[in-house]
């Protein structure tokens, strides 16, 4: 049972190999299903309970998804992050740029199951840790009524990406020059919290209240995703129209201190880390030449210290798989098969 079964099929959206029947073992109330040579536990959607936390695979064609997965580092190749409602659907923050209503930039969205599923994604619930409950979280969702949509958190999503970029492993920065890049980015995501402004993640950290520290932003070395499906390079077709009128959005309603703080992160991600540009998340910053700003000198000390707690918008859909105990895939979720589609 540990081998892959036969006539199986590559490309998977989790990266694994699926074979034409997923090949399951019925145990009780709880499925085990064996996918290519990993077991997941399988739950019915019916056990799922308001404020639990959703965590969904990458999107097999979008190349934002892979970006994140990419610079995140998820295991498990989790993207996408929400949280149930009472009503069995996910809550959750993405971009979606609609040609009909230029207004409509993305922002919290309740979706059944199947609109992730219908683009080929598993969504996997999070095994909360010990003394942990998604009460709390689910009275806070009740705040965020489908009619409270808010806007998608453009803006932080280029934070924490920045942040990300120069804490991989493999970039290798001088401990000042990585002080300076993730110290902007947690200067500037304190700026930009917001009660109705979020990504996916932050979301999720936003109604669970939890600390999260700067150890647990850190990307592990690099995860091995080859599920014979090469992910696209930057972003491209809606996701690019999408960042780049939500970037252009977001600096007509930033405040003086937002494109202060989000200037002073540019302006250290330019001097210290140049190829975060160059690898193509140019896309929000702009790429036009820079005027380099001279960078105030902190007093604190200039290494990173992992115990700094970080806030909820330099939080990751990996950081949210490593705090639970594991994952349960929703039954429903698909085997291999993949479709073009929407964000995220």
Not at 167 to 195: C, I, K, T
Request: charged fraction near 25%; glycine fraction near 8%.
């Amino acid at each position: 049972m540990d081998e892959c079964p036969p006539n199986s099929r590559p490309c998977s959206p989790q990266g694994f190999t699926v074979s034409e029947a997923d090949l399951k073992i019925r145990t009780g109330a709880l499925t085990k299903t064996v996918l290519g040579g990993t077991h997941v536990d399988v739950i019915a959607t019916s056990s799922i309970q308001p404020g639990e936390i959703l965590l969904v695979t990458r999107h097999p064609t979008n190349a934002l998804a892979a970006l994140i997965v990419e610079l995140d580092r998820s295991p498990s190749m989790f993207s996408h992050a929400g949280v149930a409602d009472e009503y069995g659907r996910i809550v959750s923050s993405y971009p979606y740029y609609q040609p009909d209503d230029f207004f409509d930039l993305g922002g919290l969205r309740h979706d059944p199951f199947e609109h992730f599923w219908d683009e080929g994604q598993r969504i996997h619930r999070l095994r909360l840790p010990d003394g942990v409950t998604a009460d709390g979280p689910a009275r806070r969702l009740r705040d965020y009524p489908e009619d409270r949509e808010g806007a998608f958190g453009f803006a932080k999503v280029v934070i924490v990406a920045a942040a990300l970029h120069a804490l991989l492993p493999e970039n290798v920065l001088e401990p000042r020059a990585e002080y300076e890049v993730v110290m902007r980015a947690v200067d500037a995501g304190v700026a930009w919290q917001s009660d109705d402004d979020f990504y996916c993640a932050e979301f999720v950290a936003h109604l669970y209240g939890r600390p999260f520290t700067l150890g647990a932003l850190r990307p592990p070395s690099n995860v091995d995703d080859d599920d014979g499906c090469p992910p696209e390079r930057g972003p491209t077709g809606l996701t690019l129209a999408a960042v780049r009128i939500g970037s252009t959005w977001v600096s007509l309603f930033a405040t003086t201190e937002q494109r202060r703080k989000l200037r002073a992160l540019k302006t250290a991600v330019w001097k210290y880390d140049p190829a975060f540009f160059v690898e193509g998340i140019d896309v929000v910053f702009g790429d036009e030449p820079m005027h380099h700003d001279s960078l105030a000198r902190r007093t604190e000390r200039s290494r990173l210290q992992d115990d700094l707690v970080v806030p909820p918008a330099l939080v990751t859909p990996r950081m949210l798989e490593m705090w639970g105990r594991g994952t349960d895939m929703l039954e429903g979720s698909p085997p291999s098969e993949q479709r073009e589609g929407r964000l995220p």
